[in-house]
């Protein structure tokens, strides 16, 4: 009689290698993973008090040097705080704790527990969208997301009256003194060419 032999082999967890990129902002770092965090979507948490829905930002507060987290489809942007003098003082132990985290199956976010306010940020459209408001937040979504997130950051729209785009900065954008520059010379210029009802485009830090 013959029996034949089923051998199960157990990968285990992927291995994560992280790696860091620096943004134009120098209080922040973007911590890059070999795996999706948050496909397609981003969210900022700009103290610990906000950072409830996402484990790994709960987790990433618990280090004194940790002021804001920002978290995008691969990768975690950390703004530091003031006292912290140099980033590559602490890469090292974010660098070892986000691959150990990820490794052993450690929750991003939990969907369920994100509250979604009317005033909120969001390119996403909606059906109460006006014609312009749809093309502004299409402009962002094709045009600046791309361009933004490689620096480590978001810009979301918040609100349009009148021929002003006020829109939200997040991440490395926030309190980067490059932003402003980029919003004026790059961003409203473009949305003047593209879209001739807006008149000026101004932003706020989240």
């Given at each position: 009689?013959?029996?034949?032999?089923?051998?199960?082999?157990?990968?285990?967890?992927?291995?994560?290698?992280?790696?860091?990129?620096?943004?134009?902002n120098?209080?922040?770092?973007?911590?890059?993973?070999?795996?999706?965090?948050?496909?397609g979507?981003?969210i900022?948490?700009a103290?610990?008090?906000?950072?409830?829905?996402?484990?790994?930002?709960?987790?990433?507060?618990?280090?004194?040097?940790?002021?804001?987290?920002?978290?995008?489809?691969n990768?975690v942007t950390?703004?530091?705080?003031?006292?912290?003098?140099?980033?590559?003082?602490?890469?090292?132990?974010?660098?070892?704790?986000?691959?150990d985290?990820?490794?052993?199956g450690?929750a991003?976010?939990?969907?369920?527990?994100?509250?979604?306010?009317?005033?909120?940020?969001?390119n996403n459209?909606s059906?109460?969208?006006?014609?312009?408001?749809?093309?502004?937040?299409?402009?962002?979504?094709?045009?600046?997301?791309?361009?933004?997130?490689m620096?480590?950051?978001?810009?979301?729209?918040?609100?349009?009256?009148?021929?002003?785009?006020?829109?939200?900065?997040?991440?490395s954008?926030?309190?980067?003194p490059?932003?402003?520059?980029?919003?004026k010379?790059?961003?409203?210029?473009?949305?003047?060419?593209?879209?001739?009802?807006?008149?000026?485009?101004?932003?706020?830090?989240?």
């Amino acid at each position: 009689m013959r029996f034949k032999l089923k051998v199960m082999i157990k990968t285990g967890n992927p291995v994560i290698s992280i790696y860091t990129e620096m943004t134009p902002n120098p209080e922040t770092m973007k911590f890059v993973a070999n795996k999706l965090l948050y496909p397609g979507k981003s969210i900022d948490f700009a103290d610990e008090s906000l950072a409830g829905p996402s484990p790994l930002a709960k987790e990433l507060f618990s280090f004194p040097f940790i002021k804001s987290v920002f978290i995008a489809s691969n990768f975690v942007t950390l703004t530091k705080t003031a006292d912290t003098d140099d980033w590559q003082d602490v890469i090292p132990t974010i660098k070892q704790f986000l691959k150990d985290y990820l490794e052993n199956g450690g929750a991003v976010i939990n969907e369920d527990e994100i509250v979604v306010q009317k005033s909120d940020a969001t390119n996403n459209i909606s059906a109460d969208d006006d014609d312009v408001v749809k093309r502004i937040k299409e402009l962002l979504e094709n045009y600046v997301k791309p361009a933004v997130e490689m620096d480590g950051g978001a810009i979301q729209f918040k609100s349009y009256d009148d021929g002003v785009v006020n829109l939200m900065l997040q991440g490395s954008c926030s309190g980067c003194p490059s932003s402003m520059i980029t919003l004026k010379a790059g961003i409203e210029g473009m949305m003047k060419r593209m879209i001739p009802e807006v008149k000026e485009v101004v932003a706020e830090a989240e």
